[in-house]
């Protein structure tokens, strides 16, 4: 058996092999960085993406309510409008029936002959009147009566409800009461 000895110095295989585990490392190392680079990148992204959204939902909502307050204001000038509508209406109607009963009252005196006929009462309903006085005699009784039916534009009907003698101090006055129809 022959034994061999080499005397010549090694060469260090070592080295080669850490020089593979270093590039081994830098290539991990490289995708551990690109990885990690592209989550902050990411979380940066969304975080930005969730302020912009947080911020668009403030300004929304100040736009809500200055629309809920329009529309509170619309609500209140839209019941506002028809209690003026009403009013108006209402006004309207008063001034048409106004100037009806007052038409109605000058064709009532105006027929009336001055010291002929006195009126003690007068009542204005709708489109009635209720007419209660004395007269002279019977025959002015008849002429006002004769006289307010010609006027058929403005009266429909005069109807003599009573009418009876009266003496008050030595004169026979006619007490009457008539209904007027408009």
Do not use: H, W
């Amino acid at each position: 058996m022959i034994i061999k000895f080499n005397l010549l110095p090694k060469k260090i295989v070592e080295v080669e092999s850490k020089e593979k585990k270093l590039s081994f490392f830098k290539i991990y190392f490289s995708i551990l960085s690109f990885i990690i680079l592209s989550l902050i990148f990411l979380i940066y992204n969304n975080y930005s993406i969730y302020k912009n959204l947080e911020r668009e939902k403030k300004e929304k909502l100040v736009l809500l309510n200055k629309y809920k307050n329009i529309a509170i204001k619309v609500k209140n000038l839209e019941k506002e409008n028809e209690e003026i509508k009403k009013r108006i209406e209402t006004v309207v109607n008063l001034k048409k029936d106004q100037g009806k009963n007052l038409k109605y009252l000058a064709e009532l005196i105006k027929e009336i002959q001055p010291d002929k006929l006195i009126l003690t009462n007068l009542k204005i309903q709708n489109d009635n009147c209720y007419l209660k006085g004395l007269s002279l005699d019977m025959d002015f009784l008849a002429y006002y009566m004769q006289s307010l039916e010609g006027k058929k534009d403005l009266i429909k009907n005069v109807n003599l409800k009573t009418a009876y003698q009266k003496e008050v101090s030595d004169l026979k006055l006619v007490e009457f009461e008539l209904e007027v129809k408009f």
